[in-house]
């Protein structure tokens, strides 16, 4: 491998804990472009972590939290494959919870609900998305369309 100059930016506010939406955009050297479509908010602790932490976790070691890199691994691709890694997040959507088990679980289900409708909304639109997003609790339409035009900016295919 030759030595080269990369550059990783991020925003300050990508650093605040609360709960929100983020979408991987992947470019595999071949031309492949795949999505990722993720959220923070714990499912089994009162943490709503920051963008910035999912990301480093998703290209980790640790199995329980390196989603999108198992994902790639079983479409046969590894991260130092791809050309570029994007992640667009959006939020915080809510503010994390970490004294209410009730609280948390609702703002958790509000938007675990918005995810798996941008998960199969982007696959709807032709994007070729890694992950399945499970998710039976009921969508709130009015927080959907600001989901779809914060995501809309970028993903010009994706609509209500």
């Not at 998960?119 to 070729?128: E, K, M, W």
């Amino acid at each position: 491998m030759t030595a080269q100059v990369h550059t990783i930016s991020i925003s300050g506010g990508a650093l605040s804990r609360g709960f929100w939406l983020y979408v991987w955009d992947i470019r595999h050297r071949d031309g492949r472009r795949l999505l990722y479509i993720g959220r923070t908010g714990d499912s089994s602790s009162l943490n709503a972590q920051s963008p910035f932490s999912r990301l480093s976790g998703h290209l980790g070691r640790n199995k329980r939290g390196n989603a999108l890199k198992r994902h790639l691994e079983t479409s046969g691709i590894a991260l130092e494959d791809c050309e570029n890694l994007e992640m667009t997040a959006f939020g915080p959507l809510l503010p994390e919870e970490r004294d209410d088990w009730e609280r948390h679980q609702r703002s958790r289900d509000h938007v675990a609900a918005l995810e798996k409708r941008l998960a199969d909304a982007l696959s709807d639109a032709g994007y070729n998305v890694l992950n399945k997003v499970h998710c039976l609790k009921p969508l709130d339409d009015t927080a959907w369309e600001k989901v779809v035009a914060a995501f809309g900016e970028k993903f010009d295919r994706l609509h209500i």
